[in-house]
């Protein structure tokens, strides 16, 4: 039976060329781009023409409409009615008749104008007669009650200085169109008062086709589509467009304010959307292909090797792609990658194995060290203690002693003890030192209990307190030392502070032999400190750390930062 031969993956550069080849949805967006850009062009230009004709248009039809409103105020006067009829009263007194006349007049007038909703005539001096004419669609009372309560005295006051001339004003967003009447003399004896009906004025804006609002603006009023009445202001956008038409009306500016609305084309014409979504729902089909294509032969092959990479460098060395390549590229980068995590795998074993070696005979090495530097130390103080009396302290103090040996020798091999057993050591060393300076030394133990079995470096916490002790409190004959152990994070950290100060030439000594590789045994005091700092560095790296500083004036802290084990 003949072996079968395994098909090779075809080259991803063909088949990129082949969706390349495939990819006529860019021509064709781009065509569909400029027209669709042409031809909104063309529809905007024509809708802002027509928006323009009927903006024309609206305000010729209001110029006719207030210069109707105008001319019938003029007509009071130019009638000569309510004149006739104020003169009679001024010769027999009699506002009965005074109140009949101008009303009879009105009403034969203004009672069939759709223009205004009433129209009023307040005479200046207060006769106790108000007449009045309403339009004949409108019913009831309120008006001429809000009228002469609330604005015929502000009318009135406004009007003292208009002489002839006609007013517009706003009262409670109602418009009124107002005209002093004058007697032979030419003074002002009456004033005829129109509450104009602003509906009749917005009937015209319907005319305005595509316009997102319309205003329109007498003097320093403006008036809405929507009735509302207000004072002008400068409120627009600079964003907003806005088409301005001016006019002038008996010497009142007269305005018609348009706003444009965005221009969509396709909102505007169904026929377009229907032929745009047709183009889109054609083209679709192979713009899916081409995208499962290339997920097939390009991002799925880079998205496996990314899991790779990321296994790897997460710790699964000499982790291998099982997944079959779909190209020949891909197949070549796959194969690579195997071998080079196999040879990986193998040279970091051969490291680690190495390196263990290497640690744990530096660890031994630099715990020997410290032996003899403290038994010199502590025979001193023995030896002392001894001269001066009392064998039961001694007798303590050789425990204490035992103690210390037990953890300098090591002889069980642990590099690593419980922080209860590490304390132990800290409280041997300190009963010892205590027989010495007494009640100059004070004492303070800050320990998280949660921390007390888990595990530290064999002779972590000693030698900070030793080094405190020799070089600080022993020279000044007691003082206050603190010792703590706490969390941060997922650090233990042990420290201790006592009194003292660092000088210049401390600073620097201190900072050289955090820095420095070599152990100087010919350097009192810095055996101990500098095998901590080495013994961290070769447990646990960088996570390791070392400090010694002043903490506050005449306090120092050294300070001890590791990763906690479990």
């Not at 062009?41 to 027509?50: C, D, M």
């Not at 804006?205 to 009735?227: H, K, N, P, Q, Y």
């Not at 042990?494 to 050289?512: A, K, N, Y």
Request: a negative charge; charged letters at 25%.
């Amino acid at each position: 039976m003949e072996k079968q031969v395994k098909k090779q993956p075809g080259s991803l550069r063909t088949k990129l060329l082949r969706i390349i080849l495939l990819c006529w949805v860019l021509p064709i967006a781009i065509i569909l781009t400029v027209a669709g850009v042409l031809l909104r062009s063309n529809y905007e230009r024509n809708l802002r023409s027509q928006l323009e004709t009927d903006a024309g248009y609206v305000l010729r039809q209001e110029e006719l409409l207030l210069d109707a409103v105008f001319e019938s105020s003029k007509a009071v006067s130019y009638d000569g009615a309510v004149r006739s009829a104020y003169r009679d009263y001024l010769q027999n007194g009699d506002r009965t008749a005074l109140y009949r006349g101008v009303s009879e007049y009105l009403s034969q007038t203004f009672a069939r104008d759709e223009r205004f909703q009433a129209v009023f005539v307040s005479f200046w001096e207060d006769l106790k007669i108000y007449p009045y004419i309403m339009s004949s669609g409108i019913r009831g009372y309120s008006i001429p009650r809000n009228y002469h309560r609330s604005v015929e005295p502000l009318l009135l006051e406004e009007m003292s200085e208009a002489d002839t001339a006609i007013r517009i004003l706003v009262y409670d967003r109602e418009l009124y169109v107002a005209r002093n009447l004058l007697d032979s003399s030419f003074r002002p004896y009456a004033t005829v008062v129109m509450l104009c009906d602003k509906s009749g004025l917005l009937s015209s804006f319907d005319s305005i086709r595509g316009a997102g609002g319309v205003t329109l603006l007498l003097d320093d009023l403006m008036l809405d589509e929507t009735g509302t009445l207000r004072q002008a202001e400068n409120t627009e956008s600079p964003d907003v467009d806005v088409l301005c038409y001016d006019g002038d009306l008996d010497g009142h500016r007269l305005q018609l304010q348009v706003k444009t609305e965005p221009f969509d084309i396709l909102a505007d014409i169904p026929e377009l959307r229907v032929a745009v979504t047709g183009v889109v729902l054609l083209v679709l089909p192979l713009l899916l292909v081409m995208i499962l294509l290339f997920r097939r032969q390009v991002t799925r092959p880079v998205e496996t090797l990314l899991d790779a990479t990321d296994r790897l460098q997460g710790g699964e060395r000499g982790y291998q792609i099982s997944d079959e390549a779909k190209n020949k590229e891909f197949e070549r980068i796959y194969r690579h990658f195997n071998a080079m995590s196999s040879e990986l795998q193998n040279q970091f074993e051969r490291s680690y194995l190495e390196q263990q070696a290497l640690q744990q005979a530096r660890v031994k090495a630099l715990q020997s060290q410290i032996n003899p530097h403290f038994l010199n130390n502590t025979l001193e103080v023995i030896n002392w203690e001894a001269r001066l009396a009392g064998d039961e302290r001694v007798s303590e103090m050789i425990e204490a002693l035992s103690v210390m040996l037990n953890a300098a020798l090591g002889r069980d091999g642990r590099s690593r003890i419980p922080l209860r057993e590490e304390l132990s050591y800290v409280d041997a060393y300190l009963y010892i030192i205590s027989q010495r300076l007494g009640e100059r030394l004070v004492i303070s133990r800050e320990i998280d209990e949660e921390l007390l079995e888990l595990p530290v470096p064999r002779l972590i916490l000693q030698p900070l307190v030793e080094n405190a002790v020799e070089h600080d409190l022993a020279q000044h004959r007691g003082g206050a030392l603190s010792v703590r152990a706490y969390r941060v994070g997922d650090e233990m950290v042990l420290e201790t502070e006592h009194d003292g100060s660092l000088s210049r030439e401390d600073q620097e000594s201190i900072r050289e032999m955090l820095v420095s590789s070599v152990v100087d045994t010919e350097i009192s005091g810095q055996v101990g400190l500098r095998n901590v700092r080495q013994r961290l560095e070769l447990l646990y790296g960088q996570a390791g750390r070392l400090s010694i500083e002043q903490s506050a004036e005449e306090r120092i802290l050294a300070q001890v930062r590791f990763p906690i084990e479990s």
